[in-house]
Structures are given as structure tokens and as C-alpha cells.
């Protein structure tokens, strides 16, 4: 690739050399095969990868994963390490969907016991769990009380009897980020996240049932209590109206910051300021408490998940209880150790649309998982497999404990809304044996699996170069959207 | 009816500014707006009337914010032309 001098220093691992450009302070690597490189190049995903590797403070280098396509600032797809304390923290790293996630819940069902009931199913998810842009939820809180879900996230959730103590154990961090302060989310932010707690939103927001049609590692997903043929249910949503609003906020903030501190960027949207700076102190804060509003939002919905399956499956199924799997944010940064030179050195990692994945032993995993490593949630596209797998010891060497998160955009909304229509979709969904409840069908349009990429072959690429390993494979049976 | 005022470091950051605070009051307030009436305008500083609509229902706007990304503001002849990109 001559346009961006694109070295393959081994399978699927391409290298940008820090010559490339004058601005570089390290080099710049993509992890793809030749057809997920092609898809890079045809939008400006391989410039923004370049950009970041001008933050003050990076370290090694900086990464793009896979699924990399073009975002605000960072590519999504991108992680980027700096060291403490000087290194900057930067909003566009994180991304404007703060605590982006994924959670994975499963049953003691299989999908055949359940395909009788299952339009009944799809029909109670879609009425108790408020989908579509705008959807307001039904709780209304006190501000005293709004302030314990941005300090506490889903323990906030545990105390109003929406979570169980192993859903908290089996969520990254805990659900909650230390630190978080509401001094510093604005009074905008709040309005915006005010009435959205336990709601889905839109875009390519969802609730989806899946079964597991692929165990790739037995023993591993025996302590996951995986198994083939299980009906399990994903959620993917975020911080709503408030984190864009935090994040908002802060890129505007940083504007002035880096103009008065000569910190020269080569995109406005990566503004930034160092960690330990009072602004870049009062961004962590804030995006803390964007991230725990994200964790309270999925353990909310995960309350009404299960309330939706009690509804159509109570005395039809001998079991309709669902346990946490596991939740994981793609887009968070976070204050992490790593070995750098062979030094252990205090990093904040940003990782925007990519996913934590630590190996085996890390810290921060609960006891059953550390044999194991931990479980990495990534959704495909509608009606396509969805993966579980696992973090590595190779992820922490090579990545930052890190991997992919997704399938990643190839079309934008506008064009896939041209080439799809959501009716035609829906009808080819279902006569896939897929249930579908969409609030739009345009909205349906914009997320078809044309859109994206093939997540199979991300997938493949992370499992290719070592930084996660497969564990099960799943296909819907049933999706809820907005 | 409603008179707003906002800032920004330059014209550009202005115009992000401003477009954001439109984007608010139009999901906070459940609003629409149709036309508005400069009262005070300069790089850094703008004021102004909004006439809008009350909704009854939120406005279902699918803009999610407004970014920073290839924002360019230029002056083409006698026309001014604004590259703004918005996030849905």
C-alpha cells in the first residue's frame, strides 16, 4: 500500500513506520487480511490511525483493530495507551457513546423448547424495554438519587433490586468506575439522561435471542455454562443521550485547552488534555459517571429481561431464569498496568470501539474466570453470528489486553438506507426463522448486514494473530430494535 | 419564542456551538425551530430570537450531536459555505 506505507511485519499485522509522517511519535499498526485492509483504505480510517499516534504521551504504538472504519477523531477500532502522569486523555478516544457495550445472558433453555413461544417472547421484549431515538423509560429519580447511578452504576442497581450480586461479579469493573463524579457532568447531560434509564435506543442498538450453535473450547465453556443448542440473550447499548452530551461537552471544552497549551493536532476532534491536569481530571470524572449510567442502563434492561421472560414463559418452560455470562465496554478508557520495555508502567488506555481482553491470571477477573480469561462479547450484524470469546496472555503482550468489538460499518446509514428496504429485510430475516420487532424500518434499513463487515473474518483475523481466542458461535432467533 | 446566546473560541467552534444548542432545546424542550433573528453577531459571540413549534411528542430527530470533524467554515465569492458533520 503505497499511500500510507504499509509494511506486513507478520500474518494479518500491518506496520506504519513513525517516518511516515513528521508529526508520528510511534508507529501506527492495523491488525487485518488483505480484503479488511481494502475496506480500510476506501474511507479515512487509516489517516485517523495515523492522527492518534500524535497524542502527547502515547506509548508503543498505536492500534487499530480489524473491524477499524472511520469515527470522530480515533478511528473506531482504535487503542491507544499514554503513560502517566503527562499523558493526555482524550474524549475522541472514548468515543461519543461512552460505556458502549455488550452483556450476555444466558438460560438453562434450549432454542427448541422455546420456538412455540418465541413471537410471544420477542413481543414482551419489545414492550418492556423502551427502544427508538428519544425512548424515555419509566423510572423518574430524584437527583440525590440520579447522582448514586453516575457515582455507582450497577451497584446502584443492586440496591433498587434491578441486578443480583453475580451479574455485578460478571460485569468488567465491577459496573462501576471508581472515581466517577456528577460534579462534573454538566446540568445538559443530566437532562439528557434523565429519563432514559432502562431504555435501548436506536441505530444499531438491540436486544437479540440467540442460540449457540458453535462451541469451539468444551471445558472453557463449561465454567462460562455454555452449551450447544442454549438460548442466550445479548444486549447492546450504551450511555444514551448523557455520555454524548459528556463527551460533548468535553471536545468543546478541549478546544480552548489545547490552543492555550500549544498542543498542536492534526484533528480537532482529538483534543485533549494531560491525565493529571484538572481537565483532564474532570473529563475521567465525568466520563465515569457516563460509563456507570451505561452499566446501571444494561443492568436495568437486564431486570426487564427477565420480568419479559417470566411474562411468556412462566408455567410454559421449566426454567426461565437467566444468569450474567459477562458485560464488556467497547468504548472506555481506562487506568490500567502494562508492561512496556519490561517495565510496568500506569497507563490510560483508550479503547473506542474496541474490547477489553484480558488472559488468563489478569486482575480484576472474578475467581471462576481465571483459568479461563476474559469472556469478550462481539455482536455481528443483524441476523448474522454473534462470537464469545476470550482474552489471552498475547492480547496483554501485544494489544493492551485488547481485541475487536464488532462486525464495523462498510456502508453509511444514508447508502445502506438506499440499497435496503427495511420491509424486504424484515421478510428475509424472518423467513430465516429470525422474530423481528423493529420500531423503523428505516432504522432496520440502516443496520442490514450489508453495511457491515463480515464479522466472521474480524474474528478470525484477532484469533489469527493470538489476541482472543473462539469459545461459541450464535445466530439469533429473535431481534428487538428501535 | 426563545433568546438565546452562545460563544465559541472562533467561528467555527461557534458554529458547533451553536448547532448544539439548537440540537438541546429542540430534544429538551420538544421543540422545532422555523426562523430566527440575529440580534448581536460576531466571531465569538451570538445572539439570537428562535421562533419555533411546541411538538407534542419528541421531536424525532435521529442527530445525536454535532462533531468537530471536517468542520470548515470559507467564503466562496460572495457566499459563505459551512462543511458541519453531524452524528446520527
Known amino acids: 500500500m503505497p499511500k500510507y506505507d504499509l509494511h506486513e511485519i507478520s500474518e494479518n499485522v500491518w506496520e506504519i513506520p513513525p517516518t511516515f509522517r513528521r508529526d508520528m511519535r510511534v508507529p501506527a499498526r492495523l491488525y487485518a487480511d488483505s480484503t479488511l485492509l481494502q475496506q480500510a483504505s476506501t474511507d479515512q480510517s487509516l489517516e485517523q490511525l495515523i492522527n492518534t499516534t500524535t497524542l502527547p504521551g502515547i506509548v508503543e504504538r498505536a492500534l487499530a483493530m480489524p473491524d477499524i472504519h472511520q469515527g470522530y477523531g480515533f478511528p473506531i477500532g482504535g487503542v491507544v495507551a499514554t503513560a502517566l502522569p503527562d499523558g493526555v486523555i482524550s474524549p475522541g478516544g472514548v468515543g461519543y457513546d461512552i460505556n458502549c457495550g455488550v452483556r450476555l445472558l444466558a438460560s438453562a433453555l434450549a432454542v427448541d423448547e422455546i420456538r412455540p413461544y418465541l413471537e410471544d417472547l420477542a413481543t414482551a421484549l419489545y414492550k418492556n424495554c423502551p427502544s427508538g431515538v428519544g425512548a424515555r423509560g419509566d423510572l423518574r429519580l430524584q437527583d440525590s438519587e440520579f447522582d448514586r447511578v453516575l457515582r455507582t452504576g450497577s451497584e446502584w442497581a443492586l440496591g433498587r433490586g434491578y441486578a443480583r450480586p453475580q451479574d455485578l461479579e460478571f460485569t468488567e469493573q465491577g459496573g462501576r468506575i471508581d472515581g466517577a463524579d456528577p460534579e462534573f457532568v454538566s446540568p445538559r447531560a443530566r437532562d439528557r439522561g434523565r429519563d432514559q434509564i432502562g431504555t435501548l435506543g436506536a441505530g444499531n442498538h438491540f436486544i437479540e435471542v440467540d442460540s449457540v450453535v458453535d462451541i469451539f473450547d468444551e471445558a472453557c465453556c463449561e465454567v462460562l455454562g455454555l452449551f450447544a443448542g442454549q438460548v442466550v440473550i445479548q444486549i447492546h447499548c450504551g450511555s444514551r443521550g448523557l455520555g454524548h452530551q459528556v463527551c460533548q461537552d468535553f471536545v468543546g471544552r478541549f478546544q480552548g485547552y489545547v490552543r492555550q497549551h500549544n498542543i498542536e493536532l492534526p484533528d480537532r476532534e482529538l483534543v485533549c488534555a494531560p491525565f493529571e491536569s484538572r481537565e483532564g481530571q474532570e473529563y475521567f470524572h465525568a466520563m465515569g459517571c457516563a460509563a456507570n449510567f451505561a452499566f446501571a442502563n444494561r443492568q436495568v434492561l437486564t431486570h426487564k429481561i427477565r420480568r419479559s421472560f417470566e411474562q411468556a414463559l412462566a408455567g410454559r418452560v421449566r426454567n426461565f431464569d437467566l444468569y450474567q455470562v459477562y458485560d464488556v465496554a467497547h468504548n472506555m478508557a481506562k487506568i490500567e498496568e502494562h508492561l512496556v520495555d519490561g517495565h510496568k508502567l500506569k497507563l490510560c488506555v483508550h479503547r473506542k470501539g474496541a474490547t477489553r481482553a484480558y488472559g488468563p491470571g489478569a486482575p480484576g477477573l472474578p475467581a471462576a474466570l481465571q483459568k479461563t480469561g476474559q469472556p469478550v462479547l462481539i455482536p455481528g450484524s443483524m441476523g448474522t453470528s454473534s462470537f464469545v470469546l476470550l482474552g489471552t496472555k498475547k492480547s496483554m503482550e501485544q494489544t493492551f489486553g485488547s481485541t475487536c468489538h464488532g462486525a464495523g460499518r462498510v456502508l453509511s446509514r444514508i447508502k445502506a438506507r438506499k440499497m435496503v428496504r427495511g420491509e424486504i429485510l424484515q421478510r428475509r430475516l424472518q423467513d430465516n426463522g429470525i422474530v423481528v420487532r423493529a420500531g423503523s424500518m428505516a432504522g432496520l434499513a440502516e443496520e442490514a448486514p450489508e453495511a457491515y463487515k463480515d464479522v466472521s473474518r474480524v474474528v478470525d483475523v484477532v484469533v489469527r494473530v493470538g489476541i482472543a481466542k473462539k469459545l461459541a458461535r450464535l445466530q439469533p432467533i429473535a431481534v428487538i430494535k428501535g | ?88
Open chain 2, 1 to 88: 419564542m426563545r433568546e438565546i446566546e452562545v460563544a465559541g473560541l472562533d467561528r467555527e467552534t461557534l458554529l458547533v456551538n451553536w448547532l448544539n444548542e439548537l440540537l438541546y432545546l429542540s430534544e429538551r424542550f420538544q421543540e422545532t425551530y422555523e426562523s430566527l433573528e440575529v440580534l448581536a453577531f460576531s466571531d465569538q459571540r451570538l445572539r439570537a430570537r428562535l421562533r419555533g413549534t411546541q411538538q407534542a411528542a419528541p421531536v424525532p430527530t435521529t442527530v445525536k450531536a454535532v462533531t468537530f470533524h471536517n468542520l470548515a467554515i470559507r467564503r466562496v465569492g460572495t457566499e459563505w459555505m459551512a462543511t458541519v458533520v453531524v452524528d446520527v
